[in-house]
């Protein structure tokens, strides 16, 4: 186990390093003077004074591969650079910004966890009953429907409408925003918080929890007909147990590797979510930046995507073991 640990975190190097350096050598492809931009912003024309002194600032004159050199030198330091549009250090800008996105994604996964578990559960145990039927019309509803559109469908019906109708205070929720950023053991919304983080957690969620569903079901389903659970039905067990101590941590492998790529990539991909509500997380920055073009705020926010998304699925790898001890990782062939 620790040898596969550790070959797996040596995987991150690698890794990190080709989807940075991609990113990186992209920028200098795409079209439009980088100096430019720095200094104008697009669709002006800047002084040509002042787009050579942003060129020679941030090194944009040197060439290519010296930038890339000290890109590189740099960000072993974890010294992620400035923004090209605010001078702000992008370390101080990851550090507003992440919290934001991980909580926002812990919601977003616990909800996936409780809801798709549960009805994936439920509908695969009571097969073609009406709760089954209801089970996978909703689940392929909210699968289809995007995030942008039930995000706003969510805005009004639990914001909006019940503001204009004048509904007790405590049933409206907020449309956008972050709130008071109130939050105990760093993740548990404390005040009004909850009012602002209902709705962008349940609308990022809704995907992830119908597919976390459906699969869940199918692999419950699978797991039903297995020869070990005919054994103890053999044996006198009863249903709930049968389902609860064999079925469930068997069927939940290939679901809890579904959740676990969920969670590191909702922290940088809830762009439309994060932008929706106006929730000023990872995502959102991301895409304010490649509008701009800020490469060192694009860069640093992906490199902490890249290492989330990497260190998750080694977490979830090594969940094989305990919901199905058949499975002994670094021992012989991997998994």
């Given at each position: ?115 798709g ?49 004048d ?39 809704a995907?992830?929890?119908?597919l ?30 049968i ?17 676990g ?9 809830a ?9 000023p ?36 790898d ?18």
């Amino acid at each position: 186990m620790p040898s596969y640990i550790l070959r797996r975190l040596l995987l991150l190097i690698p890794t990190i390093f080709f989807a940075l350096s991609f990113l990186f050598l992209l920028f200098f492809v795409l079209p439009g003077d980088p100096a430019q931009l720095i200094a104008g912003g697009a669709g002006r024309t800047p002084d040509p004074g002042v787009v050579a002194r942003a060129a020679d600032r941030y090194g944009l004159n040197d060439p290519i591969l010296v930038q890339f050199g000290n890109f590189w030198r740099r960000t072993v330091q974890w010294d992620l650079g400035e923004s090209f549009i605010n001078d702000r250090s992008v370390n101080d800008i990851l550090g507003e910004k992440a919290p934001r996105s991980i909580r926002l994604a812990i919601w977003a996964v616990i909800l996936e966890v409780i809801i798709g578990i549960s009805v994936g559960l439920v509908s695969a145990i009571r097969r073609y009953s009406l709760s089954d039927k209801l089970a996978t019309v909703g689940t392929a509803a909210a699968a289809a429907v995007p995030a942008f559109v039930l995000g706003f469908i969510f805005q009004y019906a639990f914001a909006v409408y019940p503001q204009k109708h004048d509904w007790p205070n405590w049933i409206q929720l907020k449309t956008s925003r972050l709130g008071p950023d109130s939050w105990a053991f760093f993740f548990i919304p404390t005040a009004d918080q909850w009012r602002y983080l209902i709705l962008p957690a349940f609308t990022l969620a809704a995907v992830s929890t119908a597919l976390a569903a459906r699969m869940m079901r199918g692999s419950m389903l699978e797991v039903m007909r297995a020869d070990y659970m005919r054994t103890a039905r053999s044996k006198g067990l009863s249903e709930r147990a049968i389902v609860m101590r064999h079925g469930l941590r068997n069927a939940l492998i290939p679901v809890i590797t579904l959740i676990g790529i969920d969670f590191a990539t909702v922290i940088g991909s809830a762009v439309l979510t994060e932008t929706v509500f106006s929730w000023p997380g990872i995502g959102s920055q991301i895409a304010d930046s490649i509008r701009s073009r800020d490469l060192p705020v694009i860069l640093g926010l992906t490199l902490v995507v890249v290492i989330a998304y990497s260190i998750v699925n080694l977490l979830v790898d090594l969940s094989y073991a305990w919901f199905d001890p058949r499975i002994r990782l670094g021992q012989g062939a991997e998994v």
